[in-house]
């Protein structure tokens, strides 16, 4: 199963990816929404784990419903601390409050991508 994280913070991100490699997860990462959507484009992954304030124009809402314009049924777990704007999650994810220990991560995808199966 790949998992696209997007998650700005250099150590997080290495904490998490990782935590899902070690559990036996492909994972794609990207520390810019720019990035993860220029990724989404040419790619599929089986599950977004994106946190919801991003540096730079694009925001963690934001490419989950860009990626969802090419796999509608893609499970999100979304990460934030904090967001500025109004929660608007697609239909099949999760909310993960920060600060989290990476295997909550793992947990969650664990859960989202067996209902998958």
């Known amino acids: 199963m790949s998992v ?13 990816v990782d935590a899902l490699r070690d559990a036996g997860y ?14 989404c484009k040419r790619h599929a ?7 919801i304030r991003l540096s730079g124009e694009v ?3 934001q ?3 860009r990626c969802r314009e090419h796999n509608p049924e893609l499970p999100v777990i979304y990460a ?11 239909p099949g994810s999760r909310l993960l409050r920060k600060p989290y220990h ?9 859960e989202l991508g067996g209902k998958r199966n």
């Not at 994280?5 to 998490?16: A, N, S, Y």
């Open 4 to 16: 696209l994280l997007v998650e700005d913070d250099p150590l997080i991100r290495e904490f998490v």
């Open 80 to 90: 934030t601390g904090f967001s500025p704007t109004a929660p608007r999650p697609v």
């Open 59 to 61: 925001d963690g809402w």
């Open 102 to 110: 990476p295997d909550e991560v793992v947990r969650m995808v664990k």
């Open 63 to 65: 490419i989950a419903e």
């Open 26 to 39: 492909h994972v794609i990462h990207a520390s810019t929404g720019e990035e993860a959507l220029a990724w």
């Open 45 to 51: 992954a089986d599950l977004l784990v994106t946190d």
